[in-house]
Structure formats: structure tokens, C-alpha cells
């Protein structure tokens, strides 16, 4: 075996054969010829692939090795790190898209030969993106012998997929196996944030200002929001982690259409703290888009204390995030536009009061748009856009700061959850875009004029004025001693549920909801022979072909994702498919009338059958789904017992704090499908009872919500 081969984990091999990790610790005790550990741990040992692969094939477990995980694996196991091998990945992909008979000339030698012709190659391609002050450094022959294989594959990857797409699903898989590693800014949410600097540009043409096509990203992180741009004819980054920002760079390069120049755009990539070393101290661009870090104590308080930048007061030491803010200003151009995506607390911390003030004064600071939580990590916590303008010559302060609070946006039209209890994945991003975008559009349709004298406020508040949603407010109003900007603070709620009319229908549907419950209740239990009758596990039932047991994961296409929430919520399907990052060979599992659900996680003791309603959804996350065979086993039958508490128990395991389900080991006793249907029908009433309960506990819940706040507000009289 090569001292370069690539290693994989237990979990690798899992992953190229489609079995559980259990299945791979079985294999090694039961076989003597499967493949000895060549590194890592005794507890987390690692195997060559080849010799895994040959063993897979001839155990008849593995037909082919699909293309794509082969150079994960080859990736994911290079001697250097993932990340290197990543890096190197990017450089020759470069290669493959701007100079393909170049590299097939390359690749038409032995790997050692390669090895040695290759960085001249490479240095070229990227000295034509980067420039020779580059955050890519040219990988030299030594560096680049161990990735050759990957390299090949690679560029075989690209052939079928395109070198961008092949390239991004080698890097999204890398955030996704390293999750903690990296701070990701969401596709969506980076989207909305381009858009908000696109329609304040508009806005700015209109007024005669020339088009803004040089955008910054001085914290880039992964360069999602760089990736957002539409057609710019400069794109500059700042990051502070080298690595990071040399997959950053490779990532926008392959982007483009190709170098500097051939698409009208060029691309400037610098590693270093932005905030202590500026890699772009004289640059002055049109847009600003930023995913500051947060809360930073050792930001460089003390070093920066007379620095330039602080042209609206000098940060508190725990007010990072208002550094950012004067740094996204001072390197825009007078009138250009930043978008910052900020915690809540900085709208409000009085720390950070004094350069709020000035913020809104001097007209720099045009919106506050809170999102709803889910948004962007930290999920827990609804962040806040913040959108500036830099000031110009002869600027006249614009007199309103338009506050948008896109949280009841964003909530799916369940109604089944509030907001607290939404998350990433029940985010209607539509519905926050159309919120946000509308606001911010009429704001500047009535501001878009530097100077403007705010004349028109009648008409501007019927544009802006949502009540709950959206507001113009006067600075005037903000610049008190807290000067807090919060969204939510300023924006008048809605009439409460629609009014008193409104609580006079939940009522009503509430009395129907409790009489319906009293009709389900189910009656007295009658004595059962069932304990003495003779067991079966759904794993048995799945080799004998009754059933059949799947897991779901990250579901990509159009339709709508059942998630673990809405199984364990009783509510429709709200999650949002995923963009894959390369042609996938896995298509999302679409849900069947009939098939029962049950989460993984929690040791709860829920299981959901699929009706019409829900049928054609796919499966999400940690769900994992049990088709039964109607000629064999009911589903209601199969679902009700899946619920029993004894039967949870003893097929849970725990690992760490989570409790995990393992389907296989749930046992049914064996009956004819008649009785089985006999036991059905009474689950099926059963989960008709819990629904109505559950639609009863929502009912009451607006009702007195609605009273409190109808008489809170002066909406309701007392009785």
C-alpha cells in the first residue's frame, strides 16, 4: 500500500456502503480478512480506502464506489488535513476551467512528474486571479505529490459536474463535517442582505448617483454574501484565518466565469484582523456587506483608540460590533450603502447609546430590520440587519429611521408555533424577503433624494406604516437616554387578532373544538388476552419484507420537508428544501399515504401516519420512516403500538445527553390483518382525540392572548 493512501474512518466506510456504523463494528469482529486499522486511535481507528473498497467489492457490499465519495474520502483522508487537500482541490480546478489543454498535457504523465510540472501551472492561473499579493500561495511539488490522486479525481468530478459545482459540494461537505469550525451566514439570509444594498443603489441612481458595482466584505468568512452579489466589477475580501480565506478566494474565483477581466469582474482577497491590520486602508467601494464576529472582547480596544475610523465615537471595549459599523462606513464611498447583520443587543446596550445618537443624527444609519430567530447563528437568538449610507458633501440628514420586525413574516401558515419555537428550518424566507425588501422599498422610493426634506409624511407613512410589521419613525423620537433601536419597541401591534369580532370566532371554534374532544374521549379499557400473544420486531418485519425502514436527511427539490417539529407539533410539512451543492445522487424521500414516521431523537414516544394531506412532502432530519406493506401490516395498527411506553423504553439508547430510537428493535405482536385493523381503528380515534386536544390548547391559548392584549390596548371593553 502507498504511504500517501487515503485513510477512512468507520464512519466513511458506513457512509460508501449505506449502512449503520453498528454494521461496520460487525464486520470487523465476524470477518478475519477485513481490513486492518492503519492509523488513527484504538477507539476511532482509521483503514486505507483502497484496500476497504476492494474488500466492500468483494463481500458483494459495494458495487462501485459513486464518484463523488471517492474524492470526499480521498479529500477528507489526505495526510496534510482536509483543508489542504481542499486548497489544492481549488487551485487545480482553477487549472481545469481557464487552461484545460494545459492540464490534460499535465495529467498525460506519471504522478511524480505532475507533481513537478504542476505548481508552475498553477502559480500562473492564480497570479491571473489574485494578482501576486494573493491569499492562495502556489502549493510547491513536495506539498502537491500526496494530492495527486485527489487532483485527478477531481477533474473527473468536473467533467460531469462542472468545475463550480464540483468544487462546492467538496466545500459544503467540509463545512458540514466541521460545523463548529466556521460561522456560516445563510444563502437566504446573504441573499436579503445583497438585495438591501441593491435597492438602496437603485435609489441612488435614480437621484442621478452612478451605478454601484465595488462591493467589500471585510469579515468574509465563507464568502456567502460576496457570492450574493449580482454582476459587480470588484469584489474585495478581508479574512483573518489564512486557510479560511484561501478557500474563500478559490470559492468566489470559481464562481466567476474566469480571471480578472474576462467577466467584467475582479476579485481581491487579503488575510488578516481587519480591524487591527485594514488590508485595504485607502479603498473606498460602493457596497459593504458584513457578518461581523460577536461579542469580542480582544477586539483591539486599547491599540485603536485614536484610530481614524471612529469618526462617531470611540467603541466601548464590549461594542465590537459598532467598530465594525464605523469600519463598513469608512470605506464606503459618500452615498454608498452597508448591510451588517448585528445581535439584538447592540440596538440597545447603553454602552454603545452615545454612537447610536450620532449614527442617527448625521443620518448614517437608515433601518433596523429584526429577523426572526433561526436566522443565522447563533439560532436562538432574532438578529437585527442594520442598513447605513455614508454620508456625502451638502447631505441632509434623512429625519426617519425605518424600523421592520419581519418576525410574525416568518412564521409558517401553520399558525401551529410561535416564534420562539420556530427555528432554521420554519423560516418562510419568501415571506421575510417580501417583508423586509417592500418596507425598505418604499422607504427609499420617498428618500431616495440626498438632502431630501422628508416632505410628503402622510403619504410615505400610508407606504411604510405596518402596524407590528413596519414603521418610519422620527429620529427625534430615538434620541432619548437610551436611544434604543430595537424594531420591536417602536412598531404599534396589530389590532389584537383582528379585534373583538375576531376573538368572538375563536371562541366559537374553540366551544366546537372542547365539544369534539367530549365526543372523542375514548371509553372505558376492557380486559386484553394481547400480553400472551407472541412478539415481532420491526427489523424482523423489514427482512421479511413487511416493511420498509428508512432515515432522512438533507432533502433537496421542490417539495416541502416534514420535519422532527412538525411530527412531534401534529402540524403540516414547513421546512424548506435544500440547494444542492452538486448533481446528487440521492433523491429526497417523498412521503406515501400510509407510511408512519417517528423521530430519532428525544426517546419520545411519537409516531405520525402519513395522510393525503401530507403525502408527496419528503422526509426530513432525523426522522426515520416505516413503510409498511398494506397486504401485510396496517399502518395505524404499526404506529399505535410504536407509541407504547414499555416498547420505547427498551429500544432507546443513550448517547451523551440525547436519547436515540433504534426502529429496528420496536416490537408489534403478531396478529392477522383483520385484527390488526380492529386495533387501528381505535388508534386512529385515539389520534384523532390528541389532535383535537392539541387544536384546543392553540384555540384557548390565542383566545386569552387575544383578551389580554384586546383589553391591554383598549381594543376590548370589559364585560
Known sequence: MPESSTEVTAAGIARLAGVGRAAVSNWRRRHADFPKPVGGTETSPSFALPEVEQWLREQG??????????????????????????????????????????????????????????????????????????????????????????????????????????????????????????????????????????????????????????????????????????????????????????????????????????????????????????????????????????????????????????????????????????????????????????????????????????????????????????????????????????????????????????????????????????????IDWTAVRSAALGAWNAFTEDHGTEGSDGTGGKSRADRVDRPGVSRAVPVIELLDDDVDLAPARHLPSPASGGGAAELIRVRERLDDTLKLTARLTPPPAAPSDLVRRPLTTVGELARAGALQLRTGGSATGTAPVLTEHDVLAGTAPSGSPTAPAAPSEDEALLLEPGDVVVPVLGGGSVARVVDDATAGAALGRNLQLLRPDPAALDPWFLAGFLRGTANNRQASSYASTATRLDARRLQLPRLPLAEQQRYGEQFRALAAFEDALRTAGRLGGRLVQGMYDGLTDGTVAPK
Request: charged share 20%; proline share 9%; with cysteine.
Open 61 to 426: 457490499k459495494l458495487a462501485e464506489v459513486p464518484l463523488r465519495e471517492r474524492v470526499w474520502q480521498q479529500l477528507s483522508g489526505h495526510p496534510a488535513g482536509a483543508v489542504t487537500a481542499l486548497i489544492h482541490a481549488g487551485c487545480a480546478l482553477l487549472l481545469v476551467r481557464d487552461r484545460p489543454t494545459a492540464w490534460l498535457e499535465i495529467t498525460a504523465v506519471s504522478d511524480a512528474r505532475m507533481a513537478r510540472v504542476l505548481p508552475g501551472a498553477l502559480d500562473d492561473v492564480l497570479t491571473a486571479h489574485f494578482g501576486p499579493e494573493r491569499a492562495v500561495h502556489t502549493p510547491d511539488a513536495a506539498d502537491l505529490a500526496p494530492s495527486v490522486p485527489l487532483l485527478r479525481a477531481a477533474a473527473e468530478l468536473a467533467a460531469g459536474t462542472g468545475v463550480r459545482k464540483a468544487f462546492e459540494f467538496l466545500f459544503v461537505r467540509q463545512l458540514d463535517a466541521n460545523p463548529r469550525q466556521y460561522t456560516l451566514t445563510p444563502p437566504d439570509l446573504a441573499e436579503l442582505m445583497a438585495d438591501l444594498a441593491e435597492q438602496d443603489r437603485a435609489a441612488g441612481r435614480r437621484s442621478g448617483a452612478r451605478p454601484a458595482r465595488a462591493v467589500l466584505d471585510p469579515a468574509a468568512g465563507t464568502g456567502a454574501l460576496l457570492r450574493a452579489v449580482s454582476g459587480p466589477t470588484a469584489l474585495y475580501a478581508q479574512e483573518a484565518d489564512p486557510e479560511l480565506a484561501a478557500l474563500t478566494a478559490l470559492r468566489l474565483a470559481l464562481h466567476s466565469e474566469g480571471p480578472a477581466g474576462t467577466d467584467g469582474g475582479a476579485l481581491t482577497v487579503r488575510t488578516g484582523d481587519t480591524l487591527r491590520a485594514d488590508a485595504f486602508p485607502r479603498l473606498t467601494v460602493d457596497a459593504v456587506l458584513c457578518h461581523p464576529p460577536f461579542n469580542e472582547r480582544n477586539w483591539g480596544h486599547d491599540e485603536l483608540a485614536y484610530d481614524p475610523r471612529w469618526e462617531y465615537g470611540v467603541p466601548a471595549r464590549t461594542e465590537s460590533e459598532l467598530a465594525w459599523v464605523q469600519h463598513a462606513l469608512a470605506r464606503l464611498r459618500d452615498g454608498g450603502t452597508a448591510v451588517l447583520l448585528m445581535p439584538p443587543a447592540a440596538a440597545s446596550r447603553r454602552s454603545g447609546r452615545r454612537i447610536r445618537a450620532d449614527l442617527l443624527r448625521r443620518g448614517a444609519l437608515r433601518a433596523v430590520v429584526a429577523l426572526p430567530a433561526g436566522a443565522a447563528p447563533p439560532y436562538g437568538i432574532p438578529l437585527h440587519l442594520w442598513v447605513l449610507r455614508k454620508p456625502g458633501a451638502g447631505h441632509r440628514p434623512t429625519p426617519e429611521l425605518l424600523l421592520v420586525d419581519t418576525a410574525e413574516s416568518a412564521e409558517p401558515a401553520t399558525g401551529a408555533a410561535s416564534p420562539a419555537a420556530g427555528g432554521r428550518d420554519r
